[in-house]
Every structure is written in structure tokens, then in C-alpha cells.
T-cell receptor, first 117, second 112 residues
């Protein structure tokens, strides 16, 4: 199994540009999520999904869109990039987002380092 | 709301020293508690977890005990190695939604 994969590893954007960060998992996990990591702030949840066709907002959703058309893929879209979105983005997945999810390990991808100029 | 507070870093230790990284939480209900580790240039990996009060999670020589009375989940290791140098994150999982709430992370540097 490849686990959780993310592309690209690095990206530089200009203010106002749009792009999609890709995330895929091959573990048949129902629950997928996106976090951003900023110095001194830990990881903050952007959006999450408990299954195909179902998404919800996390702690910091503004400026980001997601969709979940398949179990495997959970892309994150930046609609109009801003310097405040400069961060490292992590995708994660776990077996279930429902009642047993509290007990389940989340598996993280290697991250995408995004710089917005 | 739910939150996690970790001790400030960085923490610098000599090899074979004893490690404690403090973690306290605020939560409604009974969350599950986790320690994740992030090695340089990598994503987070689960180090250990505890799902109910008085549970002890352990892995790779690290331990943490779920203390409901003090709302704490301190990470300990009796003898650290240079290879333990990493960022350590304490986290809780909301039992209803499965969302993870992270502390700010503590950087550990172990010198030979």
C-alpha cells in the first residue's frame, strides 16, 4: 500500500492564482481530512469528509473548497490564493469518521509546502 | 470548546536523559488522547494513544497515561536517543465527530 499520497510536494503561487492540492489514499478509509500547519499553531483542520459525497467544514475553511467524489480522493482547492495561505498542508485518513472514529489512528501524507507571493 | 495545551519548546536534552513533555486538555465528554511525532521533512505518525481514563499508551519506549482528574496526558521516556529528535504533538479526538484537535507541538532536540 502507498498509504496517503499528496501532490505536489512544493508549490509557489502568486496572489490571486488558483490551484488544487491532490490527496489520495489506497486503504479504503472512509474519513479524510485536510490540515494546515503553521509555526507555533499546531495543525488546524480545514475541511473533512466522512465518506464519498459528504464534506464538512473544520476550524479554518475560508478560502478553501473540497469535494469527495470517490472514496480514494479528496482534493483541496484554493480559489484565489492569498499570502495568509502560505503554509504546509497535510492530508490524513482513517478507517471511519463515525462512531468508532475517536479510537482510530489518522494516517498522514507527507505534506505540501505552499508559498503564496 | 475542546483544546490542547503543550509545554513550550524547544526542549534540548543530552542522549540518555529523561524526557517529559507536558500536555493538558479541555474537553466536554470523554475524548481519546494521542501523541503524534513528526520527523524532519515528514508527515505525522501516531506514537501512542489512550481511549479512556487511566489507560497507558506506550510505544518505542515512550509512555503516557490518561489522567482524567488532572486532564493531562504527559509524554515520558526514560532514556532519549538522538533519533528521537522530532516535533511531538498532543491531540484529542472528539468522540462524536472524530475530529482531531492538536496542541501547538513541542520540538525535541537530543544531542550526543
Amino acid at each position: 500500500n502507498a498509504g496517503v499520497t499528496q501532490t505536489p510536494k512544493f508549490q509557489v503561487l502568486k496572489t490571486g492564482q488558483s490551484m488544487t492540492l491532490q490527496c489520495a489514499q489506497d486503504m479504503n478509509h472512509e474519513y479524510m481530512s485536510w490540515y494546515r500547519q503553521d509555526p507555533g499553531m499546531g495543525l488546524r483542520l480545514i475541511h473533512y469528509s466522512v465518506g464519498a459525497g459528504i464534506t464538512d467544514q473544520g476550524e479554518v475553511p475560508n478560502g478553501y473548497n473540497v469535494s469527495r467524489s470517490t472514496t480514494e480522493d479528496f482534493p483541496l482547492r484554493l480559489l484565489s490564493a492569498a499570502p495568509s495561505q502560505t503554509s504546509v498542508y497535510f492530508c490524513a485518513s482513517s478507517y471511519s469518521g463515525r462512531e468508532t472514529s475517536a479510537y482510530n489512528e489518522q494516517f498522514f501524507g507527507p505534506g505540501t509546502r505552499l508559498t503564496v507571493l | 470548546g475542546n483544546s490542547v495545551t503543550q509545554m513550550e519548546g524547544p526542549v534540548t536534552l543530552s542522549e540518555e536523559a529523561f524526557l517529559t513533555i507536558n500536555c493538558t486538555y479541555t474537553a466536554t465528554g470523554y475524548p481519546s488522547l494521542f501523541w503524534y511525532v513528526q520527523y524532519p521533512g515528514e508527515g505525522l505518525q501516531l506514537l501512542l494513544k489512550a481511549t479512556k481514563a487511566d489507560d497507558k499508551g506506550s510505544n518505542k519506549g515512550f509512555e503516557a497515561t490518561y489522567r482524567k482528574e488532572t486532564t493531562s496526558f504527559h509524554l515520558e521516556k526514560g532514556s532519549v536517543q538522538v533519533s528521537d529528535s522530532a516535533v511531538y504533538f498532543c491531540a484529542l479526538s472528539d468522540r462524536n465527530t472524530g475530529k482531531l484537535i492538536f496542541g501547538q507541538g513541542t520540538t525535541l532536540q537530543v544531542k550526543p
